[in-house]
């Protein structure tokens, strides 16, 4: 167990649909970082938050949204979902908003749209 | 932007030794990171170089040249449990201050 808790483990949902997922990042960690991963495809960072605040984004769709809370889980809200966004989604939590401390993975959720 | 190349698919033998090359361009480098993946599973972190030279870590072990935009990991003793994606990241400090994964590569270990 990493200590980044992700839920939930996989998603199956229809074209069209909304769905969010959750991440609780390790204890101690104020940043959280999303990633995609599609099949046979590299991680792909989307959007990173820092004790609250958007810190960075990446290639993230506009139909994707994301939040950090006061207790520091994130969600992450895919929209109007297309067959393409079928993926897994990544967590990563880190101490700090530099990456040179480490980051730590969650588990991911597999998001199927059919 | 970034760049990053890795070899898509590797194989060696159990027992063996077998080095994953990276190679990269980037702005604002400010160190790379290797990640072991098991397939549907998550990343679990194995490396950081951040100047140059060798960092030896038990079976592993990575090497940094930033002059050459170079990485390389080195695995020794495989074992059959070593049979995952190696993923290159680097670490720019230009724009989005995070890792820039390359697509992994896939190595398969053989009796």
């Known amino acids: 167990d990493s200590g980044v808790t992700q839920t939930p483990k996989h998603l199956i949902t229809a074209t069209g649909q909304r769905v969010t997922l959750r991440c609780s990042p390790r204890?101690?960690?104020?940043?959280v970082y999303w990633y995609q991963q599609s099949l046979d495809q590299g991680l792909q960072f989307l959007i990173q938050y820092y004790n609250g605040e958007e810190r960075a984004k990446g290639n993230i769709l506009e139909r994707f949204s994301a939040q950090q809370f006061p207790d520091l889980h994130s969600e992450l809200n895919l929209s109007s979902l297309e067959l393409g966004d079928s993926a897994l989604y990544f967590c990563?939590?880190?101490?700090?908003?530099?990456?040179?401390?480490?980051?730590?993975f969650g588990s991911g959720t597999r998001l199927t749209v059919v | 932007g970034q760049n990053i190349d890795q070899p898509t698919e590797m194989t060696a033998t159990e027992g063996a030794i077998v080095q994953i090359n990276c190679t990269y361009q980037?702005?604002?480098?400010?160190?790379l990171f290797w990640y072991q993946q098991h397939a549907g599973e998550a990343p679990t972190f194995l490396s950081y170089n951040v100047l140059d030279g060798l960092e030896e870590k038990g079976r592993f072990s990575s090497f940094l040249s930033r002059s050459k935009g170079y990485s390389y990991l080195l695995l020794k003793e495989l074992q059959m449990k070593d049979s995952a994606s190696y993923l290159c990241?680097?670490?720019?400090?230009?724009?989005?201050?995070?890792?820039?994964f390359g697509t992994g590569t896939r190595l398969t270990v053989i009796p």
């Open positions: 990563a939590s880190s101490l700090k908003d530099r990456a040179s401390y480490g980051y730590t």
């Open positions: 204890s101690g960690d104020l940043s």
């Open positions: 990241a680097v670490h720019s400090q230009t724009g989005a201050n995070n890792l820039f």
């Open positions: 980037t702005s604002g480098f400010n160190g």
